[in-house]
């Protein structure tokens, strides 16, 4: 494998069980191989993580810039809240 870095890492005894278990049960043909999957998903997740949290921010920017919602803000989201709730309580 070219470009390989050889390291060493300390592992709790139940990740080094679970480690070993994974490779006794020839799902994975060695301690590297599951430690390579292990980083893979964890780059994955993180890629991720950060594409949603950019989607989130790109969402607010849009909301941010439409201006006034249709109850104009947080007083007009609480009147509404209001008048549904006693609404409900009017009915039979």
Not at 42 to 50: I, V
Request: aromatic residues 4%.
């Amino acid at each position: 494998m070219p470009g390989v870095e050889k390291l060493s890492v300390s592992l709790t005894a139940e990740m080094a069980a679970l480690l070993e278990a994974a490779v006794m049960s020839g799902e994975y043909a060695s301690h590297s191989e599951v430690i390579r999957e292990a980083l893979r998903d964890w780059q994955r997740q993180k890629s991720m993580r950060l594409q949603n949290a950019e989607e989130l921010r790109l969402m607010a920017i849009a909301g941010i810039r439409s201006g006034a919602g249709l109850y104009g803000g947080v007083s007009g989201i609480k009147k509404e809240a209001h008048r549904r709730h006693a609404a409900k309580r009017k009915k039979p």
